[in-house]
């Protein structure tokens, strides 16, 4: 069965660099979440998409911004890059979102490293 | 905003020891998910839970929802070296995430 899709598995950048980070959800999945997750910490939400437009919002910076394009994948953009930005980014989709999300299918994960 | 908390936070089990871990949250949840991660992997979804008070069972794996749907635990009976792992639970909304559980099992 096809499953959530992340690109890149790894990526190594310099501060002050930007980033972009690439998820295509299960098909006819409709809601598009994305998590960073720190060495040791729990996934961190960031932002969702529901039917390619922002749904919720978390403890994203605002050096970060996402989108969801009309085929449904999702882009997760980095600017400015910090040291601290270095974790796994995690996405996943769902067939519902709202109060009443189904289960969440998760990508491998995007590792990023910040020199 | 919702916080959700678990306890504890890593927990050494020799084979065949029960588990448990506990999630609160500071509001009350429409629902609540279960999830693994193995480490180096990525969160696997184990179960949902909507319904106060409702109790669901996997295999040796037991998940409770709270009357007042602001807990939930989780139990595992006679743990096994494949339940190694952080168990998550997570308030949906906007799937806020607890701090997890590490279980390490000494075989």
């Known amino acids: 069965a096809a499953g959530v899709i992340q690109s890149p598995r790894h990526l190594i950048k310099e501060k002050r660099e930007t980033a972009t980070l690439k998820c295509y959800p299960i098909?006819?999945?409709?809601?598009v979440y994305w998590y960073q997750q720190g060495p040791g910490q729990d996934p961190q939400f960031l932002i969702s998409?529901?039917?390619?437009?922002?749904?919720d919002k978390g403890s994203i910076p605002d050096r970060f911004s996402a989108q969801q394009f009309s085929d449904y994948h999702s882009e997760l953009n980095m600017s400015s890059l910090e040291l601290g930005d270095s974790a796994l980014y995690f996405c996943?989709?769902?067939?519902?979102?709202?109060?009443?999300?189904?289960?969440?299918?998760f990508g491998e994960g995007s590792r990023l490293t910040v020199l | 905003g919702q916080q959700v908390m678990q306890i504890p936070q890593y927990q050494h089990v020799q084979e065949g020891e029960d588990f448990t871990t506990y999630c609160n949250s500071s509001t009350t949840l429409s629902n609540i998910q279960w999830y693994k991660q193995r480490p180096g992997g990525h969160p696997v979804f184990l179960i949902q839970?909507?319904?106060?008070?409702e109790v669901k069972k996997q295999k040796r794996l037991t998940f409770q929802f709270g009357e007042a749907k602001k807990n939930s635990s989780l139990h595992i009976t006679a743990t096994q070296t494949t339940d190694v792992g952080t168990y998550f639970c997570a308030g949906t909304g906007k799937l806020i995430f607890g701090q997890g559980t590490t279980l390490q099992v000494k075989p």
């Open positions: 998409f529901y039917e390619k437009m922002q749904s």
């Open positions: 996943a989709s769902s067939t519902q979102g709202g109060t009443n999300t189904g289960e969440l299918f």
């Open positions: 098909p006819r999945h409709d809601t």
């Open positions: 839970l909507v319904k106060s008070g």
